[in-house]
């Protein structure tokens, strides 16, 4: 039956909007926003996830406040949402100006964590690279993503504390991203199984500047192989400015010895005329993304079928051993503070190592910085 939005013209292929153009299991189309002050405590992420031929759909929240992280995660069967107002569970989006301004709700407290938060966006948002990877010949990803930096106004609750967001404090980051990627419950592993990847390594780091704001994203194979590689300077409208491209970032990452957890980084960047930049970053606290919030790590992932109408609230303590021996084995977000010509910006910081990577000196899955 036809799908509320196929009373608007903007079909891309002779199908429902209900359906997707791949047969892909793969197939999403995806929220991610994060929300942070100026120390990293609370740091809060949170999105809403939709995967047409899994028919399902589901959201998240998870706030890290000292070494607990509080997750609430929602799932449900996708039929005939009104996707122009996504919705799961205790979670809502409401888009007042596509690109611009975004109202995001969560009525979860029983479950440990609510909130009610308005999103402004400080500078255009930008399109990033188109993302390709593949592994021994298998499409692990193939998305596409828009990004953009912003401030936060509303109110945060966690675990009974409810928490001021002002805009002269709070920022954060958002994507938005659809294709392909792995969800759901895991395929078989084929190839996979025998011939192991050696390595991963991933940095995407957006910031907000007074001025600007900088994207830089690299995906390295094991040894050094760029699959992704963009670094971009977005203007504010108002200036009539197209995104500046900053070159072929190099990246010094600081990490803590005996751990690849990072402290900072050097990222050398280039202006267009050749100028060099360098970029500092100084991390502050991080959420685990393999502890609670969906993306690998326990008993759920995005995508997965838990049923109608299911909703979770987790508790993890950072500091148990099973946890911390999990967490590096994962993406860490970091609040970032940054600094680039004398000027101070924030964002965000998210790395990605285990395995092999050989610009880093980790020779396998056990090497760590000295």
């Avoid at 609430?72 to 301004?101: M, T």
């Avoid at 995001?104 to 407290?109: I, L």
């Avoid at 500078?123 to 298998?138: M, R, S």
């Avoid at 759901?184 to 190839?191: C, L, Q």
């Amino acid at each position: 039956m036809p799908h509320p939005l196929d009373e608007f013209p903007i079909h891309q292929a002779p199908l429902s909007m209900a359906e997707v153009v791949t047969s892909d299991r793969n197939a999403y189309d995806r929220y991610y926003f994060n929300a942070h002050g100026r120390t990293g405590d609370p740091f809060a992420l949170f999105g809403i996830g939709y995967y047409p031929n899994l028919g399902v759909v589901d959201g998240y929240v998870t706030v890290r406040t000292g070494d607990r992280q509080l997750t609430v995660r929602a799932s449900d069967a996708l039929d005939l949402q009104d996707r122009l107002n996504p919705e799961v569970g205790p979670f809502k989006i409401e888009v007042i100006e596509p690109l611009q301004e975004l109202r995001f709700t969560c009525t979860a407290d029983d479950h440990g964590v609510g909130f009610d938060l308005h999103w402004r966006g400080s500078f255009p948002a930008v399109d990033e690279v188109p993302h390709l990877w593949k592994t021994n010949g298998t499409v692990v990803l193939d998305a596409q993503r828009f990004a953009q930096v912003g401030t936060w106004e509303g109110e945060l609750r966690v675990d009974g504390t409810t928490h001021a967001v002002t805009p002269g404090t709070w920022l954060g980051t958002r994507d938005r991203s659809w294709g392909i990627r792995p969800v759901g419950e895991p395929a078989g592993p084929g190839r996979a199984a025998a011939e192991p990847i050696e390595g991963f390594w991933w940095n995407y780091v957006p910031l907000r500047f007074d001025e600007f704001a900088l994207v830089v994203i690299v995906q390295e194979d094991p040894d050094g192989h760029r699959v992704l590689n963009d670094a971009v300077r977005i203007w504010p409208a108002e200036s009539g400015k197209r995104p500046e491209q900053l070159g072929w970032p190099r990246i010094d990452v600081h990490y803590t010895s005996g751990t690849r957890i990072p402290e900072g980084a050097t990222i050398h960047l280039t202006e267009p005329d050749g100028t060099p930049l360098t970029l500092e970053i100084e991390c502050k606290g991080y959420v685990a993304l393999n502890a609670g919030t969906g993306y690998g790590g326990d008993s759920w992932t995005h995508g997965g079928w838990k049923g109608r109408d299911w909703i979770e609230g987790v508790d993890i303590d950072l500091t148990d051993p099973g946890v911390a021996a999990m967490v590096p084995f994962g993406l860490l977000d970091h609040v970032a503070r940054a600094t680039i010509d004398g000027k101070e910006g924030w964002g965000l910081f998210e790395l990605g190592t285990f395995g092999r990577h050989d610009p880093s000196g980790f020779a396998d899955y056990g090497s760590v910085a000295p």
